[in-house]
């Protein structure tokens, strides 16, 4: 067959490889017709949205991931109500109805090891799955991230930080610590930077900012404008005794270990003890437990080293013994 | 690699068009071939008339895989063969029906390869928009245009020119798309397919 122009002059030829890319992304339900088509003729209507469908499944999922937190009950029904709105909303946009932007900006106040980060983590996957970010990432950055040691310094380095974050979320740890050094300090250089960027990428970044509580109610009221910037605030409290223990089986079990019912009463009076005394620094929650169970099993381990050959239940068990002498902050 | 590709939104009767220019060229019996989106080939046989009782529907979607007619074209004394994709018809938004969004991904790969294209459009429909102050022309249909200009054969099929308000939207098309070759068409009434015919030739 020989195809004959029509004397029509043709245009650029599609090309098949990125077409072949591009039929395969609308398959699987990333993107839609019109951009599909839009993305392989290279004409842009400007209707084409590049929103892709939300999974249901996927939320759900990662929503049972954020079930299998212990405790943080208030977190979880806050976090459900974001998704909740993000949700409709976007339901409310494919059926044309009016769908205020919702500014999904967020204060998180907590002692360390509370789960501020791992909320921040699953809240970020779950706005891309809802396709509000393009990339779901987390960018975990504090005071020496953001703040520099001369003029210009500190814009710059902010503005990379915000640029490595755009389709993710910033996660600002301690972010009290950038008003902390006073009007001449470069901190405030980094906070104004910052409410910049989130206007110019309204749409491609949410913010966290995290800290102890007190600390972050003070940083901000030194800046009146911060607070309306953050509608979302979010408490994440202490965790008691019963949930650090639930806290230390799950790690255990991850790792395939097991306690003995004594160890668990041994860690549970460590617990105790370590909950009453004073000290200056906040308590560190779950890091505590974590770093407890990892002590342990490098004590299982020494003790073990000396038997012949320990049985696979030995393998697997801690003892209290293991926790004993511990120190772990 | 197809020959011919007949594109379109859903619903703007490319089953029919299909079927109307078999019969234009002479076919009785219509021998095409159905690639499922599964993958699996079947080969059917089937007098046109009952062809035309099974395959066309009123309703969209009811292609759901690339049907080949093969042709034969009888040019001077040897008879060749051009074969004409009939494809799942191309709706927007999001396609919950995952059948239904695996098929048009077939027709955009049947389209993408294809060295010519058939693209049918709905005149009435057109028309109709125009009578109701609506955009006439639909954004699937804009890039359809886009991706037929880059190939070597791009025929317009006005179709549904039976119906009122179709000599409206064919006056619009004809502005619109002033390079490109439109022939008003009837896959009812069977108005327009002997220039569709002659186009078709030229590809044998």
Known sequence: ?329 | MSDVVVVGRANAGKTSACLRLARALGIEELVWMVERTDGGRERRRLPIREAERWLTSGDPHSTRSLQTLTIPVARGKVSRAVDIVDSAGLADGHVRDEVVRRAMGQTLRALVAAKAVLHVVDAADIGRSMERREAPFHALDEQLVAIGRTKAFYLVLANKIDLPFAERGVEWLRGRLRDARIIPTSAKTGVGFDEVKRYVWKLA
């Open chain 1, 1 to 329: 067959m020989t195809p004959r122009n029509t004397g029509r002059r043709t245009t650029r030829a599609v090309d098949a490889r990125h077409a072949a890319g591009v039929i395969d992304l609308y398959e699987r339900g990333h993107i839609d017709l019109n951009d599909a088509l839009a993305r392989i003729s290279g004409v842009n209507d400007g209707t084409s949205s590049v929103t892709p469908p939300m999974d249901k499944r996927r939320i759900h999922e990662l929503l049972r991931d954020l079930d299998d937190l212990v405790g943080l009950d208030e977190v979880k029904r806050v976090v459900r109500e974001i998704f909740a709105l993000v949700y409709v909303q976007r339901l409310r946009q494919e059926h044309r109805l009016k769908a205020d932007p919702t500014v999904l900006h967020m204060i998180f106040y907590g002692n360390p090891g509370t789960g501020k980060t791992t909320v921040a983590r699953i809240l970020a996957r779950m706005f891309h799955e809802c396709g509000l970010l393009e990339k779901g990432h987390l960018v975990e950055v504090e005071r020496a991230d953001l703040v520099g040691e001369y003029i210009g310094h500190t814009a710059q380095k902010t503005r990379e930080q915000i640029q490595k974050a755009l389709g993710g979320v910033l996660f600002i740890d301690e972010a009290y610590s950038l008003a902390r050094g006073g009007e001449k300090d470069f901190g405030r250089e980094a906070i104004d930077c910052l409410v910049k960027a989130m206007e110019d990428h309204k749409h491609e970044l949410i913010v966290i900012l995290a800290g102890y509580e007190r600390e972050m109610r003070w940083f901000l009221s030194t800046n009146p404008g911060l607070p309306s910037r953050f509608p979302i605030q979010i408490r994440f409290p202490d965790y008691g005794v019963d949930q650090l223990v639930q806290i230390a089986k799950k790690i255990l079990a991850s790792r395939e270990y097991r306690m003995t019912a004594e160890a668990e009463w041994a860690l549970r009076s460590l617990l105790q003890q370590a909950l009453r005394e004073p000290r200056l620094d906040p308590f560190s929650n779950a890091r505590f437990v974590r770093n407890l169970v990892e002590r342990a099993i490098r004590r299982q381990a020494v003790r073990l080293f000396d038997e012949a050959r320990p049985k696979r239940d030995a393998l697997m068990l801690i003892e209290a013994r293991d926790w004993q002498g511990d120190e772990a902050r």
